[in-house]
């Protein structure tokens, strides 16, 4: 399981534990994919550099 399936799950049970409907599950669940999204969209792409230089 990857890093991000473990942080899904690890937030809809908490979010199940406190009683949060089902539908506001989905909403936090998908803030979070676009925070992400939005995140990677500002990050700055790696430049791969020559090793002989």
């Given at each position: 399981?990857?890093?991000?399936?473990?942080?899904?799950?690890?937030?809809?049970?908490?979010?199940?534990?406190?009683?949060?409907?089902?539908?506001?599950i989905?909403?936090?669940?998908?803030?979070?994919?676009?925070?992400?999204?939005?995140?990677?969209?500002?990050?700055?792409?790696?430049?791969?550099?020559?090793?002989n230089?």
């Amino acid at each position: 399981m990857s890093n991000l399936e473990m942080l899904v799950r690890r937030r809809i049970e908490e979010e199940r534990a406190k009683g949060t409907s089902p539908e506001r599950i989905t909403q936090l669940v998908q803030e979070l994919f676009n925070s992400m999204d939005a995140a990677q969209a500002n990050a700055p792409h790696a430049v791969s550099r020559d090793r002989n230089s």
